[in-house]
């Protein structure tokens, strides 16, 4: 995992002051303030349960007896704690851990971001760890309240590997399960759903990895058909290639519906943008339209879309409290949309 860095990136790794983070960014001023500010919190997955907000964010901590690595190994969260609000704009209640790493029998480190679902009176909360060979898998945790505690199955899913589960329901009731991060989230390793350890990343000009998608059982805990992948095109119809990595998929899959079509976004992670692509139904193909959300201070970003009411509301994190790539903050933003249907462009800051 060869790590790309902004000047911003590289001013928070050094540990430079907030100001000087500012400065890197051209002294600009967030549009907005972090959620929480009592731990550190990222790659939030919103969604609206009988009318409340309930985020499912992935929980940093400063792990400093890890060592930082290519593969994000100080990126080493071990639990997830649910934070719900019953406005946007309203305090923000952290309901305590609702899932603990000590409790997953087949994990052996790293929870990374997970996301969250609901169906016939059970939450279900999906999320990716290194299980105990090191490969991250996906595993589903269950409860009966929207805060947890949540139980984990005893093991992960069958045929499910890499990172950033995000979960989709459609109209008709089948659920899809999307998934897939490159990097330190091992996709590459992964050739016709097949893991091998010495799979490398893209090079420039070879077809860009993609991320990937199954339907779920009726019971959602485990598949309902092999992995496929998830095509990403261009305005012409064609695949992206590794060099278009201002627009290719790196990481954070999220699908939300919008006026009868399907929106995909994700994180083009090594030049920081949040893009998003159109199809007509959950398997794609689907076409390239343009950035949702501009770099944010810190390396990542991770995000959710969701309506709230009558509007629509962009989750995303970044660094602001802490200036360090790997201590980030949850924030929330108003999301428009243009009449033809497209997504008006968000900078982070003004």
Not at 179 to 187: H, K, P, S, V
Not at 260 to 288: E, Q, R, V
Not at 307 to 320: E, N, P, T
Request: proline share 6%.
């Amino acid at each position: 995992m060869k790590q790309i860095f902004t000047s911003s990136v590289l001013a928070a790794l050094m540990g430079c002051s907030l100001t000087a983070l500012a400065q890197s960014n051209g002294n600009k001023t967030p549009i907005s303030q972090p959620l929480v500010s009592h731990i550190y919190t990222a790659d939030p997955s919103a969604h609206v349960f009988n009318g409340k907000i309930y985020i499912y964010p992935s929980h940093d901590i400063d792990a400093k007896d890890v060592k930082e690595d290519d593969e994000g190994g100080h990126f080493a969260m071990r639990d997830y704690h649910v934070l719900s609000m019953d406005k946007i704009g309203g305090p923000v209640k952290d309901n305590g851990v609702a899932l603990d790493i000590k409790d997953i029998p087949w994990a052996g480190r790293q929870l990374w971001a997970p996301d969250a679902t609901y169906k016939n009176g059970t939450y279900y909360l999906y999320f990716p760890a290194k299980d105990k060979q090191d490969i991250f898998r996906i595993g589903v945790a269950t409860s009966k309240s929207p805060t947890g505690p949540f139980k984990p199955e005893p093991e992960p899913i069958q045929g499910s590997y890499s990172i950033d589960p995000t979960v989709f329901q459609d109209a008709d009731g089948k659920a899809y399960l999307y998934f897939g991060g490159i990097w330190g989230g091992q996709l590459q390793r992964w050739d016709n759903n097949q893991y091998n350890p010495k799979g490398g990343l893209k090079k420039k000009d070879e077809l860009a990895y993609l991320p990937r998608v199954a339907r779920l059982s009726a019971d959602m805990k485990s598949f309902a058909e092999p992995v496929r992948e998830v095509q990403i095109l261009d305005e012409n119809g064609k695949p992206f290639r590794e060099k278009d990595n201002d627009k290719r998929f790196f990481e954070a899959a999220w699908l939300h519906r919008y006026n009868g079509k399907y929106y995909f976004s994700y994180s083009t992670g090594d030049t920081h943008n949040l893009c998003y692509a159109i199809g007509d139904n959950p398997y794609g193909p689907f076409t390239y339209k343009g950035v949702v959300l501009k770099p944010v201070l810190g390396w990542t970003n991770h995000h959710s879309i969701v309506q709230v009411g009558s509007k629509w509301y962009l989750f995303y994190h970044d660094v602001q409290l802490s200036g360090k790539t790997h201590l980030r903050n949850l924030k929330v933003t108003e999301l428009t949309y243009n009449p033809d249907g497209t997504i008006k462009t968000i900078d982070a800051y003004k």
